[in-house]
């Protein structure tokens, strides 16, 4: 698994390269940001109870061998 | 009767994802990323986070604060502090089995700031945690960056933790775990009504993994019904990666559901699964209802046993229950109080939760010496047991 | 060695970082719309040749939005008796929650209703919030995207320069 990742990894980087420069410019993004209204509210947030979320993950980390990818964020308003 | 063959456990030669190569990696991903193609973003809001959390089951109570409050320092800094406590009342059953109850407290203290530069947000942290026979340090740096007309957000994380073991009643007793943790995630808005996340985390660690007073237990080469106790022996690396996958979609009279699944591997030979649903219901515009559920599946260590045939029958042994064979279920419900745009003082919003779940863990291969009744070693009931959490949160943002 | 990496991934963030397009620059003739106010009427950007407008797409979803919000309304009631107005579009689907917020924070500026976002569309809305500074003669001359603090101090300079015209 770590070897699938060693090689993954660069391709994966240089994917996220090109999508992140204008290499596929005919993709333009499809969500505008004034149509953010429904991801920028509080039911859509993958985090929405602060340190009560961390402590959660913590919970489980100290009760079973797991750890990470427990959390995410992103979505939201993307202002600015 | 649980008599494992003693699979010997090759310790010297241990994967080890941090190379040079790999470190010019991320910092190629990061130069790429901090780019004028990405649009900016903005920092976390000014807010006083006050949580009670309180875990009770098992056999334990932990209950204490956690208190993070956060300010900006101008348009483009934010700093911020965490105080947690946890409380610790234990009679659990690995206490019970070997000891007796004990009551212990762990103080963990974080600082941290954010940077916000044009396109990317770049935070640095450090976390202390302190109790009389553990200290943990971390230090920590993420690099988060929006591109994609704000559809997208990468983040790159990186973790360094030391840590120093102790042992009550041994004042010499002294031994150093070290720690770093590599994380990738990734955000992505699909529609107006729906997201998708997926993170990718490598762990690895090295030094002194095992805890020094949990106990083996071995088969009495003198009494078939009796077992003897021995100290635990894991690996001294470890290496684990998890990859995960959500999805939030929005439904349309103001609720949401979320899936969320996870993967997870190590070098110890423990796999697991878990997965997450979850639904949010507002109710009016200040109140919610949250719902979920969780079911998680792990597979043993190469090395655990609950019962070793003879003492020393391994390089490495494990009788620690949280590296068995076992399941778990998680039922929550919540209730959240949201005030936008508040009247009182100073305070531009206020959120309370009041969050409540209840676990149930079930293990394949873990039994319960203390059990009532006699039984052979061996034959003695599985484990199970069930917990609270409460989580009674209040945040104020000015 | 993890000093190091911190210190050349900082290094190279910084270098790679380029400086962010404010308060652009340009010259281009601002699209014709009519939106419906809050007051009632229908409100068109032609009828405003002759003065300054300040055309400001916002959300009550949207934080920077929320926090300008209270600035522009100083700068209004400061320049308006110059030929100035801030034309201020909301783009909430949700009409009630604009209104929730703007009881709790009221401006004086005139707010139009965009719920299908023609208007943004027109205007190619890259960021919430975006302004758009429009001089007397209806053309487009500077445009902001996003808010921080210290953008207000952009705005009443451009708006100076755009009122002297």
């Known amino acids: 698994m770590v070897k699938a990742l060693k090689t993954g990894l660069p391709a994966l980087v240089i994917v996220l390269a090109m999508f992140a420069t204008s290499g596929c410019s005919d993709i333009k993004p499809w969500v505008k940001p004034y149509e953010r209204d429904k991801l920028a509210d509080p039911v859509m947030s993958l985090s929405r109870h602060g340190n009560a979320d961390a402590y959660m993950h913590h919970v489980y980390q100290s009760r079973e061998s797991s750890r990470g990818s427990e959390g995410g964020s992103g979505g939201g308003c993307g202002c600015n | 009767m649980v008599l494992k063959a003693a699979p010997e456990v090759d310790v010297a030669v241990t994967e080890r994802p941090v190379s040079v190569r790999s470190a010019v990696w991320l910092v190629v991903l990061l130069g790429l990323l901090i780019s004028p193609w990405a649009m900016a973003a903005t920092l976390p809001v000014d807010k006083v986070d006050m949580l009670y959390h309180r875990y009770e089951g098992g056999g334990m109570l932990i209950d204490g604060p956690s208190v993070l409050v956060r300010k900006s320092v101008g348009p483009q800094v934010s700093v911020s502090g965490q105080y947690y406590v946890d409380s610790v009342s234990a009679a659990s059953v690995d206490v019970l089995a070997t000891a007796s109850e004990y009551k212990e407290e762990r103080t963990e203290l974080t600082a941290g700031v954010d940077y916000l530069y044009e396109r990317s947000i770049l935070s640095l942290g450090f976390t202390n945690s302190s109790e009389n026979d553990y200290e943990a340090n971390t230090v920590y740096f993420s690099v988060s960056q929006e591109f994609f007309g704000g559809m997208s957000t990468i983040t790159l994380g990186y973790a360094n933790g030391w840590d120093e073991v102790g042992q009550r009643g041994n004042d010499s007793f002294e031994e150093d775990a070290d720690r770093r943790n590599y994380q990738l995630g990734l955000s992505q808005v699909i529609t107006t009504n729906s997201l998708l996340g997926f993170d990718l985390e490598v762990v690895t660690d090295e030094g002194f993994l095992q805890n020094p007073y949990r106990q083996n237990r071995y088969i009495d080469p003198g009494n078939p019904n009796n077992f003897l106790y021995q100290a635990e022996r894991y690996p001294e690396t470890r290496t684990s990666y998890s990859l995960a996958a959500r999805g939030l979609y929005y439904l349309p009279y103001r609720a949401s559901i979320r899936a969320e699944y996870r993967y997870y591997g190590d070098t110890w030979g423990i796999g697991s699964n878990t997965y997450e649903l979850a639904y949010v219901h507002a109710l009016n515009p200040r109140w919610t209802l949250e719902g979920k559920a969780r079911y998680y599946d792990q597979d043993q260590a190469d090395f655990y046993s609950d019962l070793y045939a003879f003492k020393n029958s391994q390089t490495h042994l494990a009788r620690d229950k949280e590296m068995s064979s076992f399941s778990g279920i998680t039922l929550g419900g919540g209730l959240v109080y949201e005030w936008k745009q508040t009247s009182l003082p100073g305070i531009s919003r206020l959120q309370a939760s009041l969050l409540i779940d209840w676990l149930d863990f079930d293990y394949d291969n873990f039994r319960d010496v203390t059990a009532p009744g006699n039984y052979l070693p061996g034959e003695e009931p599985l484990y199970s047991f069930d917990a609270f959490v409460t989580r009674a949160s209040l945040i104020l943002e000015y | ?165």
């Not at chain 3, 934080?63 to 100035?84: T, V």
């Not at chain 3, 890259?126 to 953008?151: C, E, L, S």
């Open chain 3, 1 to 165: 060695m993890n000093n190091v990496m911190l210190r050349i991934v900082l290094s190279l963030s910084l270098m790679l970082g380029a400086a962010a397009v404010q308060g652009k620059d340009m010259n281009e003739p601002a699209p014709d719309f009519t939106l419906k106010s809050r007051q009632g009427d229908n409100l068109r950007l032609e009828d405003f040749r002759g003065q300054v407008v300040m055309l400001n797409f916002w959300a009550s979803w949207c934080g920077p939005c929320r926090q300008e919000m209270p600035l522009m309304d100083d700068i209004y009631q400061q320049y308006k008796d110059l030929g100035f107005t801030v034309l201020a579009v909301n783009v909430d689907e949700n009409r009630d929650e604009a209104h929730r917020f703007l009881d709790k924070v009221p401006v004086t500026y005139p707010i139009l209703y965009d719920p299908e976002s023609q208007v943004s569309e027109q205007y190619n809305v890259q960021a919430m919030p975006t302004t758009v500074m429009i001089d007397r003669n209806g053309n487009a001359r500077f445009v902001h995207y996003g808010y921080k603090p210290g953008y207000e101090d952009d705005y009443e300079q451009q708006i100076r320069q755009l009122v002297r015209e």
